[in-house]
């Protein structure tokens, strides 16, 4: 439909609302950079290495988040690492770098597999054949991967309580509604308004239980000897510049932020690697052999063995990467590729279309894991693979999620054969994550529960 016609916007409105995935244009997988109209903002969408190099990286002073994505991030996570700005950014980072530093990520391994572990003794009981949601299966386990790290066995008694709070807390801030689309402000109320303060509350009230019980624990334990959750460690970081620690508001703002953050991203990048290995004979093998040879060895720095599982998952996360878009907004005119950029422009950059675009990839729709293999990763281009986007605002939980979602992949292909059942359709769906719009239909048969 032509743009001046109403009936343009209010498809193209519907259609962004669903599945923005579905915008994409197949010009836009061919050109550098293309200017549309989206029904609140001109956009300029952005897959040329040097000019994403310009707004993430070179001028990205210049480049704000943008309100949208602010306002999906309000609720419950405004002092938070994903939303705060500037000075207060630059002091969460540094005080939040070393908990995501690989050498801390390391000392969670036997947290992640004790959680794959109780996965894996579930779907062994399922017996033979058993027809599984993995997409539903892997959020499970990633939010439990998550209660281990942060908390240790902090939630254990409230866990299915929590759980459930969790999911609503997710199904309300994931709905994008028109409202937000249109740039309505935050003050005007939302449907589910209600729902979502009654679940912040309770949240609220459960990290706060938690903070308490742990401050009287670690006035108790001497600062050599932390019990190194991932609480303890905000609760104990410092500003090295000020000295002072963070407010309680800023605790469990990023708390809640690592829970929003590294939940369905790392559970959608699972079951997108579950998929693909599905449909590949030959790299299940691999994965297969490679994951009976590490795991039986020890556990110390078993992630970083496992080179064939990891390529799949990094693969996996090119073709669907968990963030389909990142997007700012101009403060000031700059000029991208030979492009003006008015102030207040949005600038678009999506994962999605830069890890299929066909000047920067070989066979952009083909699965091939060994373009990630050591002795082939040098030649991915540095700004045509941003899962995690770049620059100073790249995903600080990057190395948790990779080590994470390789060791579960290992453990889970080795021990099960999963298969999609017969009659699933399997769609990339982009609401706040890029996941399989109706779930993953499998059949898990386990293959060794010895
Ligand atoms: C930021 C992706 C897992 C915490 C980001 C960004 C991306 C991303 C693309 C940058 C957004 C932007 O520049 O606008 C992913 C993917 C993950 C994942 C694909 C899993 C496969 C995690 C985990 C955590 C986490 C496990 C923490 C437990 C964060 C935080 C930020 C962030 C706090 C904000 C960083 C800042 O602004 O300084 N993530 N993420 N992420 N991620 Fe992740």
Redesign the pocket.
């Known amino acids: 439909l032509p743009p001046e016609s109403r009936l343009h916007w209010i498809r193209l409105l519907a259609t962004l609302k669903r599945n923005p995935l579905e915008c994409w244009r197949a010009e836009f997988f061919r050109e550098p950079i293309a200017r549309v109209r989206l029904p609140f903002a001109d956009a300029l969408l952005v897959h040329d290495p040097a000019a994403i190099r310009r707004v993430?990286i070179d001028n990205a002073g210049n480049y704000r988040?943008d309100p949208i994505?602010r306002r999906i991030l309000a609720n419950g996570l405004a002092d938070?690492?994903?939303?705060?700005e500037d000075a207060r950014?630059e002091a969460?980072?540094r005080m939040?770098a070393p908990l995501?530093a690989r050498r801390t990520v390391t000392t969670f391994t036997g947290a992640m597999l004790t959680a794959v572990d109780r996965l894996t003794e579930r779907w062994c009981n399922l017996g033979q054949g058993a027809a599984v949601d993995v997409a539903a299966e892997m959020a499970l386990l990633?939010l439990n991967v998550?209660a281990l790290?942060?908390f240790s066995d902090g939630i254990a008694g409230d866990y299915d309580e929590f759980r459930d709070a969790m999911n609503a807390y997710f199904a309300v801030i994931g709905r994008i509604g028109v409202l937000d689309l249109l740039g309505v402000p935050q003050s005007v109320p939302r449907p589910g308004g209600g729902r979502l303060r009654r679940t912040m509350t309770y949240f609220e009230g459960i990290i706060d239980r938690i903070i308490e019980a742990r401050r009287d624990r670690l006035a108790a334990t001497p600062a050599g000897e932390p019990p190194a959750d991932?609480l303890t460690l905000l609760l104990r970081a410092l500003d090295p510049s000020t000295g002072q620690s963070m407010s309680l508001t800023e605790v469990r703002s990023?708390i809640l932020?690592?829970?929003?953050?590294?939940?369905e991203?790392?559970a959608?990048?699972l079951s997108w690697s579950i998929f693909l290995l599905s449909q590949s004979s030959p790299w299940r093998a691999r994965v297969r052999e490679e994951a009976a040879r590490e795991l039986a060895g020890p556990v110390e720095g078993v992630a970083d063995r496992l080179v064939v599982t990891r390529a799949v998952?990094e693969e996996a996360?090119r073709l669907y990467?968990?963030?389909a878009a990142?997007?700012?907004m101009a403060k000031g005119p700059d000029r991208l590729g030979g492009v003006a950029v008015e102030p207040r422009t949005l600038i678009v950059i999506a994962?999605y279309v830069l890890h299929r675009h066909l000047l920067l990839w070989d066979q952009p729709g083909t699965f091939d894991p060994s373009r990630f293999l050591p002795e082939q990763r040098s030649r991915v281009g540095r700004f045509a693979y941003?899962?995690?986007?770049?620059?100073?605002?790249?995903?600080?939980?990057?190395s948790?999620?990779?080590q994470?979602?390789t060791i579960a992949l290992a453990a889970l292909t080795r021990r099960f054969e999963t298969e999609l059942l017969p009659d699933a359709k399997v769609w990339p769906s982009q609401k706040i994550?890029l996941r399989p719009e109706h779930g993953l239909p499998m059949r898990v048969t386990p293959r060794d529960c010895g």
């Open positions: 993430l988040k994505q938070g690492l994903l939303s705060v950014w969460q980072r939040l995501f990633t998550l790290t942060i991932l990023n932020t690592f829970l929003s953050a590294g939940h991203t790392t959608n990048a998952v996360l990467p968990p963030i990142l997007s700012r994962p941003l899962p995690f986007g770049i620059g100073p605002r790249i995903c600080i939980g990057a948790f999620a990779l994470e979602a994550t």
